[in-house]
């Protein structure tokens, strides 16, 4: 079974940083596609950052040079850094795993996912 726990979400001000970080249990981390999710009270989730086994990564045009997504492999732990962050980041953070029948593929749609953390809670005030 795999399990996944978030963690590193907080309250900053606009223009802060935060590093978020996903600690993922069971085997096949390496060759998992992995992604971070977001949803707002009262909006869509949206995905946010993917990457694959060979760490091509795809991102949320809102987030497109603010936030970088990556992984290591030793520790099983897959992490997304958000710079400049603005209050429209405000959100419920959420990684997904798939299972590795598709190692290459990355993808922002929930629906590809299998496997979901609790979440961790982002604010950002202006």
């Known amino acids: 079974q795999v399990q996944l726990v978030e963690s590193g979400g907080g309250s900053v001000q606009a223009g802060g940083s935060l590093r978020l970080s996903c600690a993922v249990s069971g085997d096949s981390f390496s060759s998992r596609y992995m992604a971070w999710f977001r949803q707002a009270i009262g909006t869509e989730r949206e995905g946010v950052a993917t990457?694959?086994?060979?760490?091509?990564?795809e991102y949320a045009d809102s987030v497109k040079g603010r936030f970088t997504i990556s992984k290591d492999n030793g520790k099983n732990t897959l992490y997304l850094q958000m710079n400049n962050l603005k209050p429209e980041d405000t959100a419920m953070y959420y990684c997904?795993?798939?299972?590795?029948?598709?190692?290459?593929?990355?993808?922002?749609?929930?629906?590809?996912?299998?496997?979901w953390g609790q979440g961790t809670q982002v604010t950002v005030s202006s």
């Open positions: 997904a795993a798939s299972r590795s029948r598709f190692p290459f593929k990355v993808s922002l749609q929930g629906k590809d996912y299998d496997y």
């Open positions: 990457i694959n086994s060979v760490r091509n990564t």
